[in-house]
């Protein structure tokens, strides 16, 4: 069964030359011009995928993506955000609301659908070795995909599981950033190390006392220690 690509964009031509280029690449493709739109379309066609631009009229780019990572139901659907903002800070604020992905316009339309695929291909990836892992108070099920710190669920993101899941599977072995975007992102290209600090500073902040467990070595990387 093909994939479901939801665009979000409020310039046609950018609607078109997705929509059309997804297609022949084998994607079903739905579209929506505006934030308030997207956010119905997400809960009516339920998309594997979203892609979204940032400047959007009714709702902005930034508090769709904001919505949709607070809805447990929406929570999981990997991100891509579209953007004519290149500079550092704004790509922060995406990563910050839960964008898994992001492309400054102009951008190459074949780059798109291959971080797109990457990313849908993330998902897909075999469950982890083990089916929990509790340190303390919080218990990680890499089976159901849940997390939970003193009884109380997490929500966190398909890519944010992932990257926890990733880094307690090394069992306190060191991740570089270039390896995390690799490992998690399934990157082979060099790509902007500052998406791993984002999400591991988000990630840290939904696990509140947790957190802890997520060490940062300075200049080198990051590990996950037990303890």
């Known amino acids: 069964m093909s994939k479901k690509v939801l665009v979000v964009d409020d310039e046609q031509d950018v609607l078109e030359l997705l929509t059309y280029n997804l297609k022949q690449a084998g ?29 959007l009229p009714v709702i ?14 929406s929570s999981k ?13 704004d790509r922060i604020k995406g990563f910050e609301s839960g964008v898994d992905d992001y492309l400054v ?15 849908l291909e993330s998902d897909s990836k075999k469950t982890p070795k083990k089916d929990k892992v509790i340190c303390g108070d919080l218990v990680i099920d890499t ?10 669920p997490i929500n966190l ?3 944010e599981f992932k990257l926890l899941a990733a880094l307690v599977e090394a ?14 992102w399934n990157y082979n290209a060099v790509v902007d190390t500052r998406t791993v600090d984002a999400h591991i500073s988000r990630l840290r902040e939904k696990l509140g006392p947790a957190g802890k467990y997520i060490q940062t070595v300075h200049r080198m990387g990051y ?4 303890s």
């Open 60 to 73: 902005d780019g930034l508090e769709v993506c904001k919505t949709l990572k607070k809805d447990p139901q």
């Open 77 to 89: 659907i990997p991100i891509i955000m579209l953007t004519a903002r290149g500079n550092e800070a």
């Open 27 to 55: 994607y079903e493709v739905l579209s929506a011009e505006d934030g308030k739109e997207a956010l119905w379309k997400v809960r009516v066609f339920s998309p594997d995928i979203i892609v979204l631009d940032i400047m």
């Open 157 to 159: 993101t398909a890519m």
């Open 105 to 119: 316009k102009p951008f190459s339309v074949r780059e798109l659908i291959l971080r797109l695929k990457r990313l």
């Open 171 to 184: 069992n306190g072995a060191l991740f570089s950033r270039d390896q995390l975007l690799d490992n998690v």
């Open 143 to 152: 089976a159901a995909y849940t997390v939970t710190y003193k009884g109380k």
């Open 223 to 226: 590990r996950f220690i037990k």
